[in-house]
């Protein structure tokens, strides 16, 4: 701030000086006033900024646009024309939804967002918004979720949507599943939308790392991304959730003036008031400023100019300044007499200078976000923007649900209401002017009709020659290939298969490896984007800072305190890795930038995203949903897994259930590798599977443990036709057949619990006769999934031979019993459990919260250790009679094991 005692500590090198200055703004303050001081102030700082002069930024603006008329540039568009536009625009919005709801009863869709917004998006349609026609990307524009409809109604005017297609609003299913989605859904609509925002905080999140994604292939030479600039827009709700301002410091610090922020300041939620008591539009200022943005304010529509000209004493800006938002809200509901009474009223000076306004009048003076000229001038400020650093956020005060009515306009219940009468719907038409296209017969009519210009119509030709120039119509999402990825050679993976011999690793540091040879792979390296959150160390890969460089785009100013040794912090302006700083969130936000690039910008990247198991799935689980409708593709690694591999960090570390959180991801392809090669493995066949010659949308999640062990090598595959990397794709292959004994049991192992397992099988044989064979169960994900998939082929094909589930197949016709053991929750291999019907299936696991404490005295108590295994294989055999209860108990007694003690499940 400006104002605070530093100054004081700064030598005063002419007094005197000073002294008239300060006198000067006295003489000011007594005789004109506190309005007139501050005016002088605000052209001094004014004129202090022209002549370079520089000086910490106030955060805050008075209450009105910040572009004055003055300053307002040559409006280029046919006004006319636009505002017939917009009024199509806003009837099939209408339309759309009243006819969803009307033909399925609680559809639901928004009327008033749209409403509010329309000219938000016109403005950036008719001169902003660049296509991709030309072959270039364009510019990436994240479109507020409720107000798909308006987007829709425009593309149905433009002739990519037909009536058949607007009437299928939300109705998602049927028609090939070809509906319009109820939001912003790539997942569904993959040649519509681009960018999905409707979890709230979530599109400006994903919108200004995409932002910094942009510099990033810039900066790395990868793509030329200086002609697009992301528009993101928002509601003054959704400003609330942290994930919508949590990073806008990044924005400014990042210098990402290729980014706009235009946000639809309503002064409404769902509920009711943003900022009843205060002023959203002013915080938001702030915010924004105080974070290094350039803040554009669109408050007043130029009916306003005037009387702001005439407000020689200050009243009317001191009204609006201490105006709420809740009266503002007020006076959008009730009429111009209300506002004349209450808002210019009880000033005399103000009373006088609306006394030539008529009540209507006074109703119809618009807010700054429902005048095109206001809003232009502001786009125009922020394109011009570029060059200066600064990311700019433009703050538009409307009306929700504007021209809709007395019932919908700014009610409190706006937000919700998805019906109009037919005489709302008759004055809704009136208000927007189109009693020439609708009749009131067409509105008698049993759906209120759709109206579209024809072909040939100025209207229709005006707006399609403005999309041309701009690039072509938008949104569209598209897939084409502007820099083919080639795919990593099968050197890189080689070393894995060998195993690691006598010495014990991790397979974090297989991983490590693993990302170091792709990173170095000749053709593929480039698009390697490794992901960090502040966690490198903890995961061994600050090895990998000096070889690819931590991005910084303004480089490295300062020589590090470690610059001399091998694993030294070393940044670049073309560094690889992204090291994000301690936030999932924004990490993952550049995963989907990474992993979705491949459309967005037909340059496909392969993001690797490593973090903290424990805060993946469950801190920021809706993003990964996001990245799952965003349709991206890259690998997660939940680093540190496991409830008891991570030993000592205890319970809010230790994790024992992403598998079961990203088993609800359906495009997320689950594993849980217990060695080098398996991770090795996965991560080739990934990569062809997301980026080969026919790419699956989908994403990888492997969990990566800390524990060091000997890695073995490959083993040989003992199904005639399969080789081991297709059985480990597939979720299951057998690890080692069994010796031959008297009895016999399958153990099932994933991840670190192979130790266990291995010793179990060993202990059984030796004491008990029971030969065991070892399975690696990678994914049970994958096996459930395609259990499924059989299952239902065999209802619906009821006279056709039935087939098996792969894990039936593996599984169902072995001998004795299956214990199932893990370092995550039972439930996770229990997914399998019903499709091996005639064997008995114990899944043993780590229920229950986390602990610190020795891996020892961890996997004793969460009952996955080797005893554990042993004590539910015998007593799986003793089931059956074919050992004898008493050397189940013995078992129990021997290993120590208290069969009393508390089942730890809710602790
Ligand atoms: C994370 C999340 N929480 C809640 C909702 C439900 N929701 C949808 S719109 C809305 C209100 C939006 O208000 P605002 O952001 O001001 O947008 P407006 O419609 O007023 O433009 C809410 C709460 C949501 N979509 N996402
Ligand atoms: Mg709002």
Redesign the pocket.
Known sequence: MLFDGSIHQLPDTDPGETQEWLDSLDAVVEVQGKTRARYLLSRLLERARASQVSFPATVSTPYINSISSEYEPWFPGDEHLERRIRAYIRWNAAVMVVRANTKAEGIGG?L??FA??ASLYEIGFNHFFKGKESGTPGDHVYF????APGIYARAFLERRLNEDDLDAFRREIGRGGRGLSSYPHPRLMPDFWEFPT?????GPLTALYQARFNRYLLNRKIDDTSASRVWAF??????D?PETLGSISLAAREQLDNLVFVV?C?L????GP?RGNGKIIQELEATFRGAGWNVIKVIWGSKWDELLARDTSGALLNKMNTTVDGEFQRYTVEDGNYIRENFFGPDPRLREMVSHLSDEDLQNLPRGGHDYRKLYAAYRAAVENTGSGRPTAILCKTV?GWTLGDDIEGRNAT?QIKKMTDTQLKALRDRLHLNEEISDADLEAEDPPYYRPPVDSVEYQYMIERRRALGGAMPRRNTTVRKAISLPSDEVFKEFETGSGDQSVSTTMGFTRLLRNLARDKDFGDRVVPIIPDEARTFGMDSLFRELKIYASQGQKYEPVDHDMLLKYAEASDGQILEEGITEAGSLASFIAAGTSYATRGVPMVPFYTFYSMFGFQRVG?LIWQAADARARGFLLGATAGRTTLHGEGLQHQDGHSLVLASTVPACRAYDPAFAYEVATIVREGIKEMYGEAPNDVFYYLTLYNENYPMPAIPESTEPNKSIAEQIMQGLYLWKQAPTAKHRASILFSGSAHSAASAAAAELLEKYDVACELWSATSYKSLREQALEVERWNRLHPEQQARNPLVTELLDGGVGPIVAVSDFMRIVPEQVARFVPSRSFTPLGTDGMGRSDTRTALRRHFEIDAPHIVVAVLHELAKTGEIKSEIVGEAIKQHGVDPEMAFALHQ
């Open positions: 928004h008033s967002t509010s917004s507020q979720g409720h107000a409707v979890s709230m905080g979530l928002l509601g003054d709700g959704e400003c959730e639809n309503n409404q939620r769902l509920d943003v929700k937000h809706d």
